[in-house]
């Protein structure tokens, strides 16, 4: 019975009128790839990263960079397991996840003076991020979304999918498009370790700029360094509510061979782990590591550990900085 | 540019209005896996099979069992390459697929004595059974199909996946129920190799039977023998045109494992070649090999030798009886 | 959150004098494997088994063979989870899962009729039914072991690792003398599956009969069928208790490559299942699949599938009859 | 320092006039696979079957069914290491091998009654076979062959790679026409297993028959029975001095995948060590296994176990059966 | 049907005098491995790049980095499938390789003001660079060589293989040298990524210097920087035209495990690939990526995606800058 | 029949009292791994490391940044086998490598000059360094270790393990803790790579300390760069006689998943390569590259490749500054 680095398990998920045991940081599993276009596979990303996870504890988490136990700031941190999502039916499993962002955020916290758990999603193909954007955005209104990934993710349903029909417009190319046009992201987001080609520049960059983003390459930070992104990132957001979003691939694929549209020229995980440590101090609202799919992973388990330590350090990041829902 | 067994690459798909050259025989790709429930990966079927079958070429092809070469009989064999099909929405994918049975088999065939075509398609999850049944519908009319699987795949759709949406319910566990409500195949119907659990003896086996089908099981092989198989499957169907579709996870997964939703306690590979090469002198106007998901598949690649060689064997049955269609 | 074939997971290791849901047959993970003496690895047997079970449920276990539904014949199946076994100390470990047994079947069972819960041990190596059979013991009295393995696990202490230490005679080659010397089997046990290399004739053959063992090797199924192999267990072990212990290796490599000490020449699975599904009737006290060691297997994950279906059977013939303990 | 079985490492290769360790049964590893014409890799063999043959030793060999031990029969069995062979050029690497059977059968052997030692072979791929043979020719005169291959390995040489070159035409598919040429082999020779498909039956059959060969198919098996098989094969030799030669694809890919010209519907481990056993009492002279290739084995090592215990079975025969040299 | 990139497949291997569609840039497979020294399969490495290349097309190609779609620049780049080659006789398939470069190139290309088709090669060992180069000089005369690998390639026939026979002298460590001594390059050749040992400091340094080349090492890029490396191969090669061979085991096993002398401490992807598009600018003439051997590969397909990659960037470099052949 | 880099192979471990060729380096395999807390595996390095170092050969050891052969320095290197260890006892096993070790060394050398031979050890897991800090002591009395890990491995043993049983309590993370306590060390010990977490930062930073040791994290490297690292280490242990022990988990799992505590974050072969041969210089008087298990290992063998590598390395250290042993 594995929940992610031993938490305990919390039946998150049970019908909202039933009592259950009080958590602040919940750890959801979105098991969910029918909707990517290229290698699937990432339905068993949360089974995957929660293996990956079993060699983390909190009584074994002193933080030899940060110097704190994520697991021990007074945070009651659980894992609910996965959402019940049909694989026949993405419309239908979208609604599904929706439902269950819903009844894991509307629980009352356990911590007194914080009123919100937030959430930690596990993918499930990029498009679970989805119902996560719209469940911070009930309770804490638009957020800034800093998006690691070698794509954009802001295609145009029209042209992404989307010539077919509106079933096939929702993707894990197109929720942040979507999410932009739901209002639920501010106008001051940003992508980190973008490298993946586009279609036709001019279109592609004026629509992802519409959407509220801007963007660092991977090669920017040959550029500018760890320090330098991080600076970058933190300017850029400055001031508003953040919600981080991982796709897995902006790793490099020796860093994290088992994804679906792996692309060559990534970071390394020990860029990325700096660069989301040095993040401390933002107003973290909720969080997802996406795009996981086990079955191309090395024997090693390579990309599951990667994706395991990226999820502690999200963990971390938001037991640093406790953050108040709306009134 | 690999084709099965080296064959010719035929552009079939072309414009209908388009002269291409002519063929008797035709592989088709049916690259789709979004009707599965378990594992996805049979989007790379087609290229894992006719990866499979690079080392089998008409040059050498002289069978030790049968005495003959399929591809010297006289009907020109070809690869058509895979039908262009959606991953972000069935519906679409499906109607896709029916276009390129539509297209391949309405061009006139090579050989002198034989005027439609006929197609071996390689999956794809057992979904695409469902468009080449339309076609052979077209065609021949009504057919008898034998079917190699583990399953049964004559499921409700209101049972599985249709509770959710009408969208769900058409999957590689519906299909043959489709199949049956839209008039394409008769009652004297078979499945072989059966041995996967069902929802409930009364319900399953009665709908079952009204859909046209009796039931081998998988143990039944060793009640009766290869050549005991042999006889019932060609009683069963004497006297109709019959469509033959190989769900590869009809073998055990020592032999196949490269498949969505294995079952152990399978057939092996020489136990399916000897009733299937014991099949000779049926009338068999379509057939297909489906559920190949090589990224599961051993390093040796034994799953894709094995579908491989059953497609060679489709060949031969196809080759030693020609069939003409409807006038 | 994995549970073997979604079963509920019940705390059943909770402290004797807590209360927990009932139960008739539990599961019970034993990850141990610092007993072995060639390949490591079976400390993910119980994982590696219930990752091969998420095909299996109840809602959906109709057998094909038996026409029954193992998981709705009145008995309350559920997953207790994995013993904490300690890795640093082999004499600690043993007694921890002493302890687990006694607890687990120390609870009341929930049917009505029928006192003791029955547990199915996922190992683990070999060693680990040695505490199930002290557990049964306690309950049951001495019973008839039948025991499907390439190797006889007979072996003396003394002769296997024991000329080390103590420490060392107590291994996955000695524990079924050691249950012998302790009185826990009766001399009506028997091998099946047999092939394995002894190291003399004489001495190896004469200990193992004064074990209480006969023997059937792997290829006396040739020779009787597996009808043949079903009538002379039944024979054997005709009026008393049994317990089954499965060593994944009775299966040759080919269908289950991820365990420690691999024979080839073994059975197949269909043969396996097929002399399983053939004991019914039996009054099974207890039973256990081990040796599984998933970091070996096949990408398509050939063992832990029919490892899986094993544990299936084996609950199948539990829910079958029905077994009161001694009063 | 991995040897077969851990056998006693002897340096035979050593320069004629050196003295060496005495022996009667050598292992000699050939690692050598330029002459293939499908998947290389064989050339890692020699170390694979080693490595399958960790588990075996001397002082644990009592083998269940024969009632014997191979090693304790009175012959010293030893491993030679590998020949050294270069990979730059195949006439060179056929010299240096010729080279090696020399030197190893030209020492007296270690058993008084008994004056040439017999040389086991691990391939490689089945070119290495022809070196072998030339050195049985040297010590016995011709012999029959009995051949475990999925192909015939007949070909005329002018016929496979020998339109292209000379160079070309010595390769692992015309070894045994070339072997016929000199006059190593009887005609009294006999394939069995065989399945793969034939150029032109006329002109293949013709040829082979006219080599010395008769012919067992794969499903041959099925007809006949293990005992069957064992029958045909001793009265075709009867009364000859006989080379063994295991193509380890006279196995189905399922048992041993990792091979570079895999062929499906082949026998199983526990048939063909049936087989082999059951020839106990021909004078064997010498033997081989060929065509192991490592690289595209399974993480279990399924193909390698199986070869090692092959190669055991032909130690067993060697040692059940004494043979002198011609005087 | 897979072709590089979806290109096009052109027969442009057809006769000579055969009429074909016209192109510019044509890909060209090179299935030959048996001039290798140690791990051979990279006669797959055709399939193995063309596979890792299906995520690229010319529809979605806009690259982040150069601003630039390398296939929307005015150029027909095709694919050409792979030249038929033995793998019986490298002297007879070296020849059938000239032959298939000569036909190649030989035709008139598409483009009005650009005269002769450029050629990049999928290898194959890195043999297949040899017929290359004299298909370059034949239309362009003698170019400096950048020379991406971990080893220089320029060993001395006679010192390498050659003493054996002049057929072993012939291979993938020594043809460089050859070239030379045809005379096909300049004495401003470079390699770069250099790290594997030397038989000899004294005598490999001058003979390799003789052969017209200065080396950059892997650990020179920590000293130099990416600008720095770009910068001194430009310089090297300045006035000249330019070919660029990539063995792929100039990148770190991490990134590359898929090739058959892999090197320790090598180069990343991020760094290969900012050094190829620094190049920009150069007249290149010619190109391959060599000794991807896929069997190796990750379940990711790590391998095979940076070599794609690479080859994308080899085209980008062809199409900013067209080269006009010698009149 | 492998050595590490074909060196000569020499039964060292022969009866002391028995003469053997001399040596003055020596390689030792340590198969040991049920020392271990997570997964096992480590049993099978020294195969592994020797599998990975067969394209290392003394006449081709010509290295391009050192500008020496370590092979040809004047010193003799050989390969003595593994040491024989059982699985079942680690009390026995740890003084059957205590034995090996006092074997090994207690022989005189080969070189004139120098009395001692020195050892690198092959693990194993990492207690298998503590036989080896016990015998450097008995010739060289204590030394400063210089310790290339992710994890401190100074923990004590009443805190991991330890309560369990004293057996329990001496693993692969206490035997830092045990070296010191008998006084094998000395206080100028350091860490290099440090990542993992602690349980307690007071306790266990200053348990630590108090155990001889100063800290360099895996991110320090950023801080430093190679020279700044290699600068710190030869500062610390300035003056002492030094012992180098390798974890292969200092390495990240990119370059080194197989392994059975990865931890994500760590250092490229080409960055610790770079620090080990600047260490060049200092007295090494023993060395080892442990925890490698190549049960996880990428089919590329990514792993042993890199461990075998800097096994060379630390010959090379060695062979370029002899040390002299207390008389
Ligand atoms: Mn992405
Ligand atoms: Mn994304
Ligand atoms: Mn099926
Ligand atoms: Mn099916
Ligand atoms: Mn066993
Ligand atoms: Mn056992
Ligand atoms: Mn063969
Ligand atoms: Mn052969
Ligand atoms: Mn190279
Ligand atoms: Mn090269
Ligand atoms: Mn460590
Ligand atoms: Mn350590």
């Known amino acids: 019975i594995t929940t992610f680095a ?27 790839d029918t909707g990517v276009t290229a290698r699937p596979g990432a339905r068993f990303g949360p089974t995957g990263v929660r293996q990956g996870g079993i060699r983390i504890g909190a009584e074994f ?27 026949l039916d993405n419309t239908i499993a979208l609604k599904q996840l929706d439902k269950a962002h819903k009844v894991i955020s509307g629980r009352k916290a356990n911590h007194t003076g914080y009123t919100v758990p937030r959430i930690i999603t ?12 719209r469940s911070t955005y009930h309770h804490w209104g638009a957020v800034s979304v800093i998006h690691f990934d070698s794509h954009i993710d802001t295609w145009d349903p029209e042209v992404l999918g989307g010539g077919l029909s509106h079933y096939a417009g929702v993707n894990h190319g197109t929720f942040l498009h979507i999410a932009h046009e739901e209002g639920l992201i501010k106008n001051t987001s940003i992508h980190a370790g973008i490298r993946a080609p586009m279609a036709n520049k001019k279109y592609d960059l004026k629509n992802d700029k519409a959407c509220g983003f801007s963007i660092l390459t991977a090669r920017d930070l040959d550029k500018f360094g760890t320090q330098g992104i991080i600076d970058k990132l933190k300017e850029r957001v400055a001031g508003s509510k953040v919600y981080i979003s ?8 020796s860093y ?16 990325l782990l700096t660069i989301l440590d040095g993040l401390d101090g933002i107003e973290l609202i909720g969080a997802d590591v996406v795009e996981v799919a086990p079955i191309y992973d090395n024997p090693g388990e390579t990309t599951v550990l990667a994706a395991a330590e990226v999820v502690h350090s999200l963990i971390a990041l938001m037991a640093a900085t406790p953050v108040n829902a709306l009134s």
């Open 6 to 32: 031993h938490l305990p398990y919390v039946h998150c998920l049970a019908n909202e009128s039933e009592d259950v045991e009080k958590y602040d940081i919940a750890i959801l599993g979105a098991p969910f």
């Open 61 to 87: 988490s002193w933080n030899v960079y940060t110097g704190r136990n994520a697991f021990l700031e007074g945070f009651r941190v659980v894992d609910c397991g996965d959402a019940p999502l049909t694989f």
């Open 122 to 133: 596990l993918g499930g193909d990029h498009t679970t991020t989805l119902p996560a954007l």
């Open 246 to 253: 991982v796709d897995i691939d902006v790793l490099d694929p």
């Open 256 to 271: 994290a061979p088992a994804t679906g549209t792996a692309e060559v020229g990534g970071w390394t995980t020990r860029e």
